[in-house]
């Protein structure tokens, strides 16, 4: 198992709770392959470097968790095909 952080970057115009529906859906798959979230972080809506589908903000989170290599292809094809996600980016963390 490796520890990972996930930033998602979610349409700024969504309700909070539509919010926390897409986050659980990534959370409880992350947990389904025998996963471990360590901690998630809110940011809030954040101004964008530059425009993403014609958006000048977003709503930032960060997943901080531990899983192994297999569940990260499935949370990136998920994110891709999620209307309701603008980007996605998936690290490597270090052990500590």
């Known amino acids: 198992m490796k520890n990972y952080e996930l930033v998602l970057?979610?349409?700024p115009t969504l309700e909070e709770g539509t919010i926390n529906e897409e986050l659980a859906k990534i959370t409880s798959l992350i947990e389904k392959s025998q996963g471990n979230i360590s901690k998630t972080d809110?940011?809030?809506i954040k101004k964008l470097a530059y425009p993403i589908k014609h958006q000048e903000n977003g709503f930032?989170?960060?997943v901080y968790f531990e899983s192994g290599t297999?569940?990260?292809a499935e949370i990136d094809r998920i994110n891709k095909i999620n209307d309701k996600i603008l980007r996605h980016l998936i690290v490597k963390t270090s052990d500590k």
């Open 9 to 11: 970057i979610f349409v």
């Open 42 to 44: 809110t940011w809030g």
């Open 70 to 72: 297999q569940v990260l």
């Open 60 to 62: 930032y989170i960060i």
